[in-house]
């Protein structure tokens, strides 16, 4: 039993050192950790200043920037509405006016064809009676001019001057 009870003391011992030597490196690493930090900190309070009014800014301003998101949110949801409501209307518009541009190219060419009839008809109503005017006049020419006595192959209107200048 003595025996056992020295093993277990020389345990007890040997466990006693290990944790001294672990609570050795803890506080070793505890105090360079806190020189660590000390040192973190030197080196942000410059900054620290800059941070809080930058949060304080922060702060301030979202309320602003979101007030102007959702505004900009409902202009561009406006813009969608009218701008389908003015392609809507300028679908109708261009529809109308095709409907028109159908109907007055309708009435522009009955205008035309009834010009184009009546043209016809008025050329051959004058032209027909003309002609047929011009032929009695060539007639009664022809006639008097063979009772004047003239020759029959030669036209009466024309003086002798061209046969002398015939070489």
């Given at each position: 039993?003595?025996?056992?009870?020295?093993?277990?003391?020389?345990?007890?011992?040997?466990?006693?050192?290990?944790?001294?030597?672990?609570?050795?490196?803890?506080?070793?690493?505890?105090?360079?950790?806190?020189?660590?930090?000390?040192?973190?900190?030197?080196?942000?309070?410059?900054?620290?200043p800059l941070v809080k009014s930058t949060r304080a800014t922060l702060?301030?301003?979202?309320?602003?920037?979101?007030?102007?998101?959702?505004?900009?949110?409902?202009?561009?949801?406006?813009?969608?509405?009218?701008?389908?409501?003015?392609?809507?209307?300028?679908?109708?518009?261009?529809?109308?006016?095709?409907?028109?541009?159908?109907?007055?190219?309708?009435?522009?060419?009955?205008?035309?064809?009834?010009?184009?009839?009546?043209?016809?008809?008025?050329?051959?109503?004058?032209?027909?009676?003309?002609?047929?005017?011009?032929?009695?006049?060539?007639?009664?020419?022809?006639?008097?001019?063979?009772?004047?006595?003239?020759?029959?192959?030669?036209?009466?209107?024309?003086?002798?001057?061209?046969?002398?200048?015939?070489?």
């Amino acid at each position: 039993m003595m025996v056992f009870v020295g093993i277990a003391a020389l345990a007890i011992l040997l466990q006693s050192f290990v944790l001294l030597a672990l609570y050795l490196v803890a506080r070793k690493t505890s105090r360079t950790v806190e020189i660590a930090v000390d040192d973190l900190r030197e080196a942000l309070a410059p900054i620290t200043p800059l941070v809080k009014s930058t949060r304080a800014t922060l702060d301030r301003v979202s309320p602003r920037v979101e007030a102007a998101v959702n505004n900009i949110v409902a202009i561009t949801e406006d813009l969608r509405m009218q701008s389908a409501d003015v392609h809507a209307s300028a679908t109708e518009m261009i529809g109308r006016l095709r409907g028109q541009v159908i109907r007055v190219d309708n009435l522009l060419t009955g205008v035309l064809d009834s010009i184009d009839k009546t043209a016809g008809f008025v050329r051959n109503a004058v032209s027909l009676p003309a002609r047929q005017l011009g032929g009695i006049l060539a007639a009664l020419r022809a006639i008097t001019d063979a009772l004047r006595g003239g020759a029959a192959g030669q036209p009466a209107m024309h003086p002798g001057k061209d046969e002398d200048l015939f070489i």
